[in-house]
C-alpha cells in the first residue's frame, strides 16, 4: 500500500519526502529526543542516508513497515514520526517520537491513534507491541492511555547511547472499531 496518507484534527501521517532532511534533525539530531530512543543520535549525513532508504523501502510490496512522517496539517512540516512494523501472525510494533518544541501539546497521542485505527483496520492486524525505555515515563503514560498493557521486562533490550538499556513491553489486542 503506497502511498499512505491519513488525515487527523491537527496532523496528517503521510509518507517521508526528501524535504523533510532538516525538519527530521529536530528529532533524530538532538539527543534530548533521541536518549529515549532505540538508536543513537544522528548527524545530518547519517540521517541523509537513512531518509533515502526510507523513502525507497515505502515502495517495496510487501511493505516491511509503514514509516510515517507526522506532519502539521497547516504547513505540512515533519515534526515527528510514528511506525508499525510487520511482524507474523497479524502482529505490529508502534513506535514514535516527536521534536522537543512539540512535547505536551497531544500530537503524539494523536498519531498514534490514527496509526492504531490504521494498523487494526486497514492492515488486519490483531496484536500490537510497543516499549519503551523505563525512565520514559511519558511514553507509558501514554501507552496505558492508548489502551496497552503492561506485559513486563526486556532486560538489556537496546543499546543505545554506549550503554545497553532495558524496555519495558507493552501491548494491544484489537480491531479497527476499538482504535
Given at each position: 500500500m503506497?502511498?499512505v496518507?491519513?488525515q487527523?484534527?491537527?496532523?496528517?501521517?503521510?509518507?517521508?519526502k526528501?524535504?523533510?532532511?532538516?525538519?527530521s534533525m529536530?528529532?533524530?539530531?538532538?539527543?534530548d529526543?533521541?536518549?529515549?530512543?532505540s538508536?543513537?543520535?544522528?548527524?545530518?549525513?547519517?540521517?541523509?542516508?537513512?531518509?533515502?532508504?526510507?523513502?525507497?523501502?515505502?515502495?517495496?510490496?510487501?511493505?516491511?513497515?509503514?514509516?510515517l512522517?507526522?506532519?502539521?496539517?497547516?504547513?505540512?512540516?515533519?515534526?515527528?514520526f510514528?511506525?508499525?512494523?510487520?511482524?507474523?501472525?497479524?502482529?505490529?510494533?508502534?513506535?514514535?517520537?516527536?521534536?522537543?518544541?512539540?512535547?505536551?501539546?497531544?500530537?503524539?497521542?494523536?498519531a498514534?491513534?490514527?496509526?492504531?485505527?490504521?494498523?487494526?483496520?486497514?492492515?488486519?492486524?490483531?496484536?500490537?507491541?510497543?516499549?519503551?525505555?523505563p525512565?520514559?515515563?511519558?511514553?507509558?503514560?501514554?501507552?496505558?492511555?492508548?489502551?496497552?498493557?503492561?506485559?513486563?521486562?526486556?532486560?538489556?533490550?537496546?543499546?543505545?547511547?554506549?550503554?545497553?538499556?532495558?524496555?519495558?513491553l507493552?501491548s494491544?489486542?484489537?480491531?479497527?472499531?476499538?482504535?
Open positions: 503506497y502511498p496518507l491519513i487527523g484534527e491537527r496532523i496528517g501521517l503521510r509518507e517521508f526528501e524535504r523533510d532532511l532538516d525538519a529536530a528529532v533524530v539530531g538532538d539527543p529526543v533521541t536518549v529515549a530512543l538508536f543513537d543520535t544522528r548527524t545530518r549525513e547519517q540521517q541523509a542516508e537513512r531518509l533515502t532508504a526510507d523513502i525507497a523501502r515505502a515502495k517495496t510490496d510487501p511493505r516491511p513497515d509503514y514509516y512522517a507526522i506532519a502539521d496539517r497547516q504547513t505540512d512540516e515533519l515534526i515527528g510514528i511506525r508499525i512494523g510487520i511482524g507474523g501472525h497479524r502482529s505490529g510494533e508502534l513506535g514514535y517520537a516527536i521534536r522537543k518544541d512539540r512535547w505536551r501539546q497531544g500530537y503524539t497521542a494523536e498514534a491513534q490514527l496509526m492504531l485505527k490504521f494498523g487494526f483496520g486497514a492492515l488486519g492486524l490483531h496484536r500490537i507491541q510497543a516499549a519503551c525505555g525512565a520514559n515515563v511519558a511514553s507509558q503514560a501514554l501507552l496505558d492511555r492508548l489502551g496497552f498493557e503492561y506485559e513486563g521486562r526486556m532486560r538489556d533490550h537496546v543499546f543505545t547511547n554506549g550503554t545497553w538499556r532495558d524496555s519495558l507493552y494491544r489486542i484489537g480491531d479497527a472499531e476499538s482504535a
